[in-house]
């Protein structure tokens, strides 16, 4: 499943492709699992079409796009398997597949292809979303983060970590085995399967150790591991 690292690299290149565009046009695939919470292909459409990108955030998991005019903004989750890039480049970032790389377009799985206006320096763009095995939601929202999913998320390791005072009482206040509480998404929003594998490494914490056991030495190296382990030089959120 795309964890932090990977939904903050797509939200860089949704913002680099689309910052300060107008969506000149959409296509979209009728799927009612992934268009999710009442909405559809067509709807998504509709209140898209025409308007410009004002930003590009990302929040756990969760990467949205907020446009102008008063109407709702697109709130994406990719699920297990679902990927966002532009036409003509290569959807495989971390390593190469042993299988030759899916040319045709539109690819398959697709969703929606975002249509970007050209502007006087760069030609129009394509953007895509795919989704192999619809575990994706694509959501609207007129306030992408005072609304489900990002206001039911716990705090973002880059974004919005507590001081490791706040941090303590939030662990130390659980009782459940300490890599379980880190998966769950109302407590450290986007932290994942491998990276929690890793903060626990470097933390030199046992994932079964039950969290309200951990002595004060152990939640600062918990702490310190986290912001280790998924920190970057710059950041993808409302801008």
């Known amino acids: 499943m795309p964890e932090l690292p990977e939904v903050h690299r797509i939200a860089g290149i949704v913002r680099r492709a689309a910052l300060g565009r107008r969506i000149r046009a959409i296509q979209s695939t009728e799927d009612p699992l992934v268009f999710a919470d009442g909405i559809t292909n067509e709807v998504f459409e509709e209140e898209l079409v025409g308007r410009t990108v004002t930003n590009v955030g990302r929040y756990g998991k969760v990467f949205y796009a907020e446009l102008d005019g008063t109407g709702r903004h697109p709130v994406m989750h990719l699920g297990m398997t ?9 959807p495989n970032f971390y390593r190469s597949s042993p299988k030759k790389v899916d040319t045709q377009w539109p690819p398959r799985f697709w969703k929606f292809i975002w249509k970007m206006e050209s502007t006087l320096t760069e030609p129009e763009t394509e953007l895509v979303f795919v989704d192999a095995r619809r575990l994706g939601r694509i959501r609207l929202c007129k306030d992408v983060l005072g609304e ?3 206001s039911m998320l716990g705090f973002d390791p880059i974004l919005s970590i507590p001081t490791l005072e706040e941090f303590s009482s939030k662990v130390l206040k659980r009782g459940l085995p300490i890599k379980s509480l880190l998966l769950d998404q109302t407590f450290s929003a986007g932290v994942g399967n491998w990276v929690a594998d890793e903060i626990l490494f470097h933390a030199r914490i046992h994932p079964e150790q039950r969290s309200n056991n951990l002595g004060e030495n152990q939640v600062k190296e918990l ?17």
Do not use: C, E
């Not at 679902?82 to 290569?90: A, C, F, K, Q």
């Not at 702490?223 to 801008?239: E, F, H």
């Open 82 to 90: 679902g990927n966002m890039y532009v036409r003509g480049t290569n």
């Open 148 to 150: 489900p999913p990002i």
């Open 223 to 239: 702490y310190d591991k986290i912001s280790l382990n998924t920190g970057y030089s710059g950041t993808v959120g409302r801008a």
